[in-house]
């Protein structure tokens, strides 16, 4: 059994988490920390898992009884935890937020496994992906790997209000969100740079812009991205070379049917479509925020790093209604 400690446990990536891995096959929870909450029920806190599990919040962090550490902390908190804490250079880290996504002064290797699963097999310490970026650069890898992304692209996604974290703010209280739609952090968002990085690796530059735009949706969980991509290569090509690219992929599928986001929501699935017109590539993908675009990827690499089934603890049905 892989020994797993969680550092953040309260929030709603740390429910997850604990969600998906009490039902793993080869995952054992030692510690879940929480110093906020400390002592109560895990289930007093995520009430999802009421009658699943007896584990308790704890303030302590016995690393030397686990074999892996997922980060869930708010961005920034990840670096300065580890100047100030140590953990054994045998336990391997999973960090969820955005402190290590950019290549620099660490050893982290960039957690997207469509494009480096072989590195994170190898991997001592990953660092797991944004929710938008994992969406939009599954919708744009394929054609990053063709070279098609020469001119600028055009990128819209609405995301569900989980992403914005467990702590209310103005944008996440339900009286303003519902019925209602907004904008945040045009062509400016911080999941901008790997998202950049990522499409430079396998494309080998990037001269093009990404004009992204995010929107706030009314709903709780999910993202829906579109991306038009200027090109005069064929519809068919363009296709043939987004089913290539996938064949392999564990929860990336190409899809010949237009999509939903109820079809990915709950699952760690990634579902991408084309539809082609003159001169044009509409790119459509679809994940859920919380499963692929946070945990149930963390999940997903853990099982690359520990060598075991790739889907383990992540076989899981869309709420398709």
């Not at 600028?152 to 739609?181: C, E, M, Y």
């Not at 296709?239 to 999509?259: N, R, V, W």
Request: proline share 3%.
């Amino acid at each position: 059994m892989i020994k797993i400690g969680i550092l953040g446990a309260a929030g709603y990536t740390g429910g997850e988490l604990i969600r998906l891995l009490l039902n793993h096959p080869e995952a054992e929870i030692v510690f879940a920390n929480s110093e906020s909450n400390a002592g109560n029920l895990v289930s007093d806190v995520h009430e999802g898992l009421i009658g699943d599990t007896d584990l308790r919040f704890t303030d302590q962090m016995p690393f030397d009884q686990v074999d892996v550490v997922f980060f869930c902390f708010g961005h920034g908190k990840s670096e300065a935890f580890l100047k100030e804490h140590s953990i054994p250079a045998h336990v391997k880290i999973i960090d969820l937020a955005q402190d290590f996504r950019i290549k620099g002064d660490h050893d982290y290797v960039y957690g997207l496994p469509e494009i480096n699963k072989t590195a994170i097999q190898q991997a001592q310490h990953v660092a797991n992906p944004g929710c938008f970026a994992t969406c939009i650069q599954l919708a744009l890898l394929p054609a990053a790997k063709s070279g098609l992304l020469q001119e600028d692209v055009a990128v819209n996604a609405i995301t569900g209000s989980t992403g914005a974290g467990q702590k209310p703010g103005a944008t996440t209280h339900f009286s303003w969100r519902n019925n209602n739609l907004s904008i945040y952090k045009p062509f400016t968002h911080q999941h901008l740079a790997e998202i950049k990085q990522s499409l430079i690796q396998v494309q080998g530059s990037l001269e093009a812009s990404i004009d992204f735009i995010p929107y706030r949706g009314d709903f709780a969980r999910g993202i829906f991205c579109t991306a038009v991509i200027k090109t005069q290569a064929s519809g068919e090509d363009v296709i043939a070379a987004y089913k290539d690219f996938y064949k392999d992929a564990a929860f990336t599928h190409y899809s010949d049917q237009s999509l939903d986001l109820k079809q990915v929501v709950n699952t760690n699935k990634a579902l991408v479509h084309i539809d082609a017109f003159e001169g044009k590539i509409l790119v459509t993908s679809c994940i859920d925020n919380l499963l692929k675009g946070a945990v149930g990827q963390a999940v997903q690499n853990m099982n690359l790093m520990f060598g075991i089934d790739e889907t383990a603890g992540l076989r899981l049905k869309a709420s398709a209604f």
